[in-house]
């Protein structure tokens, strides 16, 4: 069922079994899985079916650290959160990515890889993707009968990524789960609720309800057994540090580790590289197989990363643009209906996150009519012909860095509670991977007489001033076994506090090189399955004690 929080009475006390806050990724998915199981529960979102601009202004825009999209524009408040915005492109992360990792300080996941698949195999359906197979064998058969061909390095440096691409079908969890959430007996849905606080007993060891608010200032309560924040990689420690009645530095905060270690994946384009044959699977944003859509980009083996030290690693291989294809590109997306709470990102090294007038993208395609003309025929009747000439997409890991993180500012959302900061810090590892990994790769390029790579990149920061994110939250609320080292446990249960739990991407101990939302999707599940397992056990043992 979905209810308009606004038309509660004031004071009202909701009682639930299970709550869930947030209904992005992680939120939908658990409440799904929560769908005729034998207790009540309600999925809290702070917006509503769409974007609404007063909505979005509750996420701050300050950030004190490295250059950064304003953070109001790199998240989404209404029904499905986040997935509002992405790509859908999806990929598990490696077996490197959980293991320790002795040149990476802070490396290592408390479970496997190998624990998570069964889980990864289950978000796959979740996300309407093809069958869990990202190693390239499985697929060469069918991607040569397309002429897509694996680029035959000599050596076993570099490797093939594959990814794939939610459907747009399937890649609005709002809009495609609505229906079920909207039908569910079991399930409350709230939309335009807000949670301000989380309230705990006298000692901060167990959660005893949530205050909630609408945006018109109308409050009301959650009581539940079990709680579950689930509002992203940046609102999960606001919502922690900011429930510090008890205790004063906030939930979980005993040894001062909510909000840090904040993660990105550093993307930057630089360098070019000039193909002596074409590679169409690789100088494609993306294409299609049968029914399915697929991505490539190249990465750094295990081997290689072991022995040089370095974090995880790709690039992506598309085509050079000049500049009039460049302003071509960004007057025909202004003259879409952009998404309010989507930034307008340049992909060009020249403009960066820079604003480009449209005067000057006008002059710069008039002067060029008779390209814009061949370039609109090629495209039309010429679509295989792809260019040799391409730039390197470069995205890297980021390394955990304790002074990387999120912090409560002292200005205040117009519901009172306290915005968050953002202080992005990167590490030397971090541009050191990136620098070596584009060379790995140039020198093989050049070995195996695939072409030749121009690497722009020094240590010079003026070559580094494109350096961005991929929006992509990850860390502050690390997983660990050892609360000293981690804000959740193995089984994502805030250390010390016996019913609240953290699902999302803050709980990642390492970023690899994945995007993280498949990985989000897969551990809501595990989640959603250890919290059944406790109520059954639970319900179990009350039922054997009336029996006695």
């Not at 992405?86 to 190998?114: N, Q, V, Y």
């Not at 009039?324 to 209906?337: I, P, S, T």
């Amino acid at each position: 069922m979905l209810i308009d929080a606004r038309t509660l009475l004031e004071d009202t006390v909701v009682e639930q079994e299970i709550c869930i806050v947030g209904a992005g990724a992680a939120g939908i998915t658990m409440a799904r899985e929560f769908i005729d199981q034998p207790y009540k529960v309600c999925l809290l979102e702070s917006g509503g079916l769409d974007f609404d601009e007063a909505t979005q202004s509750l996420y701050g825009d300050e950030n004190i650290g490295s250059p950064y999209y304003p953070l109001k524009e790199t998240r989404a408040r209404y029904l499905g959160g986040s997935t509002n915005l992405w790509g859908g492109w999806s990929r598990p992360l490696d077996d490197i990515d959980f293991e320790d990792r002795p040149w990476m300080p802070h490396s290592g996941w408390p479970i496997t890889k190998a624990e998570l698949v069964p889980y990864y195999e289950r978000a796959q359906k979740v996300c309407n993707l093809g069958p869990f197979e990202y190693d390239f064998a499985y697929w060469q058969e069918a991607l040569e009968q397309h002429q897509y061909r694996q680029l035959p390095f000599s050596g076993d440096k570099v490797t093939t990524c594959l990814w794939q691409i939610i459907p747009p079908t399937h890649l609005r969890f709002g809009q495609v789960y609505k229906a079920e959430l909207e039908q569910a007996q079991n399930i409350d849905t709230y939309l335009h609720a807000n949670v301000v606080e989380i309230e705990t007993n006298d000692t901060a060891k167990s959660v005893t309800r949530l205050r909630v608010a609408t945006l018109e200032g109308k409050k009301f309560w959650i009581s539940a057994k079990v709680f579950i924040l689930a509002v992203g990689g940046i609102e999960n420690p606001r919502l922690l540090l900011a429930s510090n009645k008890v205790q004063n530095t906030g939930l979980g905060n005993q040894h001062d580790l909510v909000g840090r270690y904040f993660m990105e994946h550093p993307y930057i384009i630089s360098g070019q590289v000039r193909l002596s044959n074409l590679a169409p699977l690789y100088t494609q944003r993306n294409f299609q197989l049968g029914k399915m859509f697929m991505g490539v980009g190249l990465g750094l083996s295990k081997a290689v990363q072991e022995r040089e030290q370095l974090l995880n690693f790709g690039t992506r291989l598309l085509p050079l643009q000049e500049e009039w294809v460049e302003a071509f590109n960004r007057l025909r997306g202004r003259q879409k209906k952009g998404h309010k709470a989507f930034p307008t990102i340049h992909e060009g090294r020249k403009y960066g996150r820079s604003e480009v007038s449209v005067r000057e993208d006008l002059v710069k395609v008039i002067a060029n009519l008779d390209r814009v003309a061949i370039k609109t025929y090629r495209k039309l009747f010429d679509s295989k012909s792809l260019s040799k000439f391409c730039d390197t997409h470069l995205i890297s890991e980021q390394a955990p860095n304790p002074d990387s993180r999120i912090t409560l500012s002292s200005e205040r959302d117009r519901l009172g509670l306290h915005r968050a900061q953002l202080d992005w810090r990167l590490s030397p590892i971090d541009k050191h991977t990136i620098r070596r990994s584009q060379q790995i790769i140039a020198e093989e390029f050049e070995r195996s007489g695939l072409g030749k790579v121009q690497i722009e990149l020094t240590d010079d920061e003026s070559s580094w001033q494109f350096l961005t994110g991929s929006y992509h939250h990850m860390g502050t609320t690390r997983m660990n076994t050892n609360p000293r080292l981690g804000v959740v446990n193995e089984h994502c249960q805030v250390h010390g506090i016996s019913n609240l739990y953290v699902a999302g991407s803050s709980v990642f101990p390492t970023s690899g090189l994945s995007n993280p939302t498949l990985t989000i999707i897969a551990l809501a599940i595990r989640l959603a399955d250890q919290i059944k397992e406790c109520q059954k056990n639970s319900t179990n043992h009350l039922n054997s004690y009336v029996a006695s």
